[in-house]
């Protein structure tokens, strides 16, 4: 019996502990569309746009703030590599205030630097979107974005190689049929 009461006190002291942390945490309802977003063949040097809905489904207005996430290794998609420079990617506003039941655009636009080494590659990152709060816990949802670029990737050494072979094809053409024109 003894047992039975400290439990039931040590199950009460736990309760009236941690149950204050249970009704800190502002529950924002709130959603993202689209939750992924496929940019395919964009060549180096060149930006795509795209626009991400949010949705304030909750009584009161709230700020939302929008970020870039690299994505956990093993939560990105097969042959993706994480996004090689979250400053490649902006937004038209990175923190917006929604009114109650609502809904706002934001832009947001993929650039990717001129240079031929970034083609024919394939990146994952996430958007983070959150809303702003002074609580302990906030949701927050994430739109997969999913970039390929294309284009050749220049490979100086083959280049190079390419043109030195022609050189010597061309010189060792040259000397055989002066050769086989004397002979003849």
Known sequence: MVACIKSAGLIAAF??????????AEDVDFSVIPAEVHIDNLLPGEAAEFE????????????????????PEKERREGRAQFP?????SFSCP??????????????????????KWAGRRWETWLGVSAESSDLLSVKLYVRLLVSTSGMR????????????????GYGGYHYFRHRAKHN
């Open 15 to 24: 309760l009236v502990m941690f149950f204050p942390f249970l009704t800190v």
């Open 52 to 71: 991400l809905t949010i949705h304030n489904k909750d009584e009161i207005a709230h700020n939302f703030t929008i970020t870039t996430f690299p994505p």
């Open 85 to 89: 420079d979250d400053n490649w990617i």
């Open 154 to 169: 220049f490979n100086a050494g083959l280049v190079a190689g390419i043109a030195v072979a022609i050189v010597l094809l």
């Open 95 to 116: 923190r917006i205030e929604i009114a109650a039941n609502s809904q706002a655009n934001v832009m947001a636009t993929t650039a990717i630097p001129q240079e031929q």
